[in-house]
């Protein structure tokens, strides 16, 4: 079929590019990325310094891309955060769910009702799954990271540490299409509000006024959250599991508050992109390892 061939590939890829969309090869008729993984990289080329991974690699430069799509489907990704975007993407429940679960188009129309904002005219495209994909711009000097499920449920964010399947591309359960070519508009200000960094959170601000927690407690709980935030893709769980594990020892030596704890961690586990049932799940393994071989006794040994 034509519109599998290379070359429509690479015409889709260099009409992202010419938005200033840095793109990157998948697999072909697959979400994920082609490129090599650390444990294999040859330490050439792009990675002649070091390994560089897809976000590092993405690229607008049209030399590349056609080297790169000149002889292979590859489907194409698109890098939002060195792109300067923010992409919105509205799932649809999977097959196996409720019968009465709504969509993501649906629980984010409802989002805007509740706003008391109209659903933003922005670029859009239809995934292969049926969803839809809103691409906005992202305000200068911000650095949104990914989201899953903070704005409701069937509703995840790609941003820096992110990407998205661009249009043109395809799966075998459909095509990645365009549905309205407008381009990208300003992430609105409300939407921003609800996804932007809360750098002061309530568990920060209990700690901070709690005559219980030392000094090192405290900038252990704030050192930990913000390592969790800016945990890389693929990283998140295992430095959200590491940062509990970390902060256990101060619940069991009277220090910090488990409670407090949790909700702080829970907070960064979430804007860093994993679902809210995750990061409990994740929190309470690392507390209770940590809680249980730690002790007032092991502090002065």
């Not at 903070?150 to 549905?179: C, E, M, N, Q």
Request: charged share 20%.
């Amino acid at each position: 079929m034509t519109h599998h061939a290379p070359t429509a590939m690479l015409s889709a890829a260099l009409q992202a590019a010419e938005y200033g969309w840095h793109v990157f090869p998948l697999r072909p008729a697959d979400k994920r990325p082609a490129l090599h993984g650390e444990a294999v990289c040859p330490l050439i080329g792009d990675c002649a310094g070091g390994h560089r991974k897809w976000e590092d690699r993405a690229t607008i430069d049209p030399d590349r891309i056609r080297r790169a799509w000149a002889d292979h489907p590859f489907n194409i990704g698109i890098a939002t955060g060195p792109s300067g975007l923010l992409v919105v993407d509205l799932d649809m429940p999977k097959r196996n769910s409720s019968t009465d679960t709504p969509c993501g188009v649906t629980t984010f129309g409802a989002l805007c009702e509740r706003a008391g904002q109209p659903v933003p005219a922005t670029y859009r495209t239809r995934t292969a799954s049926g969803g839809h994909h809103l691409y906005f711009t992202t305000p200068d000097g911000a650095r949104l990271g990914n989201s899953a499920g903070r704005l409701g449920k069937l509703i995840d964010t790609r941003a820096h540490g992110g990407y998205v399947v661009a249009a043109g591309s395809f799966t075998a359960t459909g095509p990645y299409t365009i549905t309205d070519p407008t381009p990208p508009a300003p992430l609105p200000e409300w939407l921003y509000a609800l996804l932007a960094p809360r750098q002061a959170s309530r568990a920060l601000t209990a700690v901070a006024a709690s005559p219980r927690a030392s000094r090192y407690a405290a900038a252990a709980l704030r050192a930990e959250t913000a390592t969790v935030r800016s945990a890389p893709t693929g990283q998140r769980d295992c430095t959200l599991l590491s940062a509990a594990r970390a902060l256990g020892r101060f619940i069991a030596w009277g220090d910090l508050d488990r409670a407090v704890v949790e909700e702080a961690l829970q907070e960064a586990g979430e804007s860093a992109g994993l679902s809210a049932r995750q990061c409990t799940s994740t929190v309470r393994s690392g507390l209770n390892w940590s809680i249980a071989r730690n002790s007032p006794q092991a502090r002065t040994a």
